[in-house]
């Protein structure tokens, strides 16, 4: 028998024995590369700072050793800490994107259903740079001082008020301008009680920051770190500072920045 009779003689024997044996499923091995970030821990944040370590590297950056620190010695961060540590996170972290939106928003809809008659409204948290590219424009700690901010004024209006249904009104306006557009609140009522009408004027400022006028948005937050009667006068001059970082150079088409 020459090498050519032999090999279809084997070919054959080989087709028979598999047809035999019957079809087979195929085995496929799948791999993929999982990367993670040794400066930080992998989101979401919230969950971190109350308790949820996972993996722990000595790379991590001091704000979160010193968080998993409290864990691991038997002293959490209380509800307030934990959101105060993630707010910090989250302006540090500006310009890094936020891989589930509707976790970032969930703390101002909770907040938002406990006004009667509101139900969830959906918020685009990204908005188109100038030269094409896309950006993350509202950040979580926006909707946690949101939420915050809501609980307060209802608890001391009412959260059937008029003046408690105006300020929801005014922030889903501010809110509304974090995927593009340039959406103002009104100005505030003559009748409206005179903490909410400077809650007012810082989310009219919010709204320009939100909606790229930031030269108006730093005006308007200028003249709230002027004002001592108002809540936000405090925290008015870092405003200042996030607007004037913002900027888009328009006569060459310069990226905002983001902070």
């Known amino acids: 028998m020459d090498a050519m009779a032999a090999m279809t003689r084997c070919l054959a024997l080989l087709i028979v024995t598999l047809g035999a044996v019957g079809p087979a499923a195929a085995c496929v091995d799948e791999y993929w590369a999982v990367f993670t970030d040794a400066r930080r821990p ?26 998993a620190y409290r864990h691991l010695s ?15 996170w989250q302006r540090r972290l500006a310009s890094t994107p ?15 259903a406990t006004v009667a008659g509101r139900s969830d409204n959906y ?14 424009n509202c950040l979580a700690d926006a909707f946690v001082r949101a939420a915050e901010t809501l609980r307060s004024r209802a608890a001391m209006f009412g959260a059937d008020s008029a003046g408690v249904h105006a ?8 809110f509304a301008n974090c995927g593009g557009g340039l959406l103002l609140p009104p100005a505030p009522e003559p009748d409206l009680q005179s903490m909410l009408a400077a809650d007012r004027a810082y989310q009219i400022a919010a ?17 709230i770190a002027n004002d001592r009667a108002s809540p936000w006068w405090e925290e008015a001059p870092y405003l200042v500072a996030r607007a004037l970082v913002r900027v888009t150079d328009r006569g060459n088409g310069a990226p905002v920045v983001v902070a």
């Open 123 to 136: 918020i685009e948290l990204e908005r188109q740079a100038a030269w094409g590219q896309w950006h993350w």
């Open 98 to 112: 936020m891989p589930n939106p509707s976790d970032v928003v969930r703390p101002w809809m909770d907040a938002r």
């Open 42 to 67: 992998d989101a979401p944040l919230d969950a971190f700072a109350r308790g949820r370590l996972g993996v722990l590297l000595p790379s991590y950056a001091t704000a979160y050793l010193v968080v």
């Open 167 to 174: 300020w929801v009104d005014a922030q889903d306006t501010v």
């Open 207 to 223: 709204a320009n920051f939100y909606g790229g006028a930031f030269d108006e948005a730093a005006a308007r937050f200028r003249a």
């Open 74 to 88: 038997g002293h959490p961060l209380a509800e307030e800490e934990a959101r105060a540590a993630v707010g910090l």
